[in-house]
């Protein structure tokens, strides 16, 4: 899996939990699904996505041997 699809794939679960929260436990997880939204905005201008940074790092950081 590229970084690229890791971090559709993080994007898309973090919203599909924030609504099901949102529906059984509160409306303020919407504010979730707001964020991951304005990330991904922002991302898409700016090219800077903390999440790609992270995912980088600890899952795409090992060397082969």
Partial sequence: ???EN???LLAGTLIILSLLMYYFVSPYWL???A???L???QS??????PAEKIIKKV???????
């Fill in 39 to 41: 990330n991904l905005f």
């Fill in 31 to 33: 504010l979730l699904t």
């Fill in 35 to 37: 964020f991951v939204g």
């Fill in 6 to 8: 890791s971090i559709r």
């Fill in 44 to 49: 898409s201008f700016t090219g800077i996505c």
């Fill in 59 to 65: 899952f795409f950081s090992k060397k082969a041997a």
């Fill in 1 to 3: 899996m590229t970084v």
